[in-house]
């Protein structure tokens, strides 16, 4: 496996279910985000980790629940979910760019989340 | 008003065209500039970074930035039906989150 990769690739839960969304990343990267995809709006960044440490939370509900247990995987649990938030899920990974450097993010496939 | 704006298309060019791709900003912060490529039911995948104003150009894609006028472009030539997705630009400050445009869906007919 290369790059970022995403499992499941496409979920579909009902409101009172616990499901979890998995991300690893292969590149050696330090830093690992959570996005939303939803039609036709820009993408939302949910949270950020850095050397496993959350680093922004960008007022999530907490409904969902982000896991960094190591630099190269990312989780996000989900439980009593509602209907908007059906989305594509993104996972991201970057560098983790020092002072003055930006950084250039890589994306998995995305999880397509379907909530009944 | 958003920080970045894209008009979300869809554009459609026939084979062969130059394609023309725009974000404005509003953050004068900015100063790493680059455009993701989306194909339908995929992640977005990186096609182009710049740094400050000026042009890059990578094959038949050039990316094009006036940070006077706060706007940055996306061009292609000779565009082939292989390049129909959609186009983020994304933006951020030093050591800053990107900030994503809502995407340009692009559609080249044979």
């Known amino acids: 496996e290369t790059g970022v990769t995403q499992t499941p690739r496409h979920l579909v839960m009902g409101m009172t279910n616990k499901k979890s969304l998995k991300c690893e990343q292969h590149?050696?990267?330090?830093?690992m985000y959570w996005y939303k995809q939803s039609a036709k709006k820009p993408l939302e960044l949910m949270f950020v980790?850095?050397?496993?440490?959350?680093?922004e939370n960008n007022s999530v509900p907490s409904r969902f629940s982000p896991e960094c247990p190591n630099s190269s995987h990312l989780f996000l649990h989900l439980h009593t979910l509602q209907p908007e938030d059906s989305a594509l899920y993104l996972c991201?990974?970057?560098?983790?760019?020092?002072?003055?450097?930006?950084?250039?993010?890589?994306f998995g496939p995305g999880t397509r989340l379907t909530v009944l | 008003q958003k920080e970045v704006e894209q008009d979300p298309g869809p554009l459609s060019v026939p084979e062969g065209a130059i394609v023309s791709l725009n974000c404005t900003y509003s953050?004068?912060?900015?100063?790493?500039f680059m455009w993701y490529r989306q194909y339908s039911r995929k992640g977005p995948e990186l096609l182009m970074y710049?740094?400050?104003?000026g042009n890059k150009e990578d094959g038949r894609f050039t990316a094009q930035v006036d940070k006077s006028s706060k706007y940055i472009s996306l061009f292609i030539r000779d565009s082939q039906p292989s390049d129909s997705a959609t186009y983020l630009c994304?933006?951020?400050?030093?050591?800053?989150?990107?900030?994503f445009g809502g995407g340009t869906r692009l559609m080249v007919k044979p």
């Open positions: 991201a990974s970057s560098q983790g760019g020092g002072a003055g450097q930006t950084d250039t993010q890589y």
């Open positions: 590149l050696g990267h330090n830093a």
């Open positions: 980790y850095s050397l496993e440490e959350r680093v």
């Open positions: 953050n004068s912060a900015f100063q790493y």
């Open positions: 710049t740094y400050s104003s």
């Open positions: 994304a933006m951020s400050g030093p050591g800053n989150m990107l900030t």
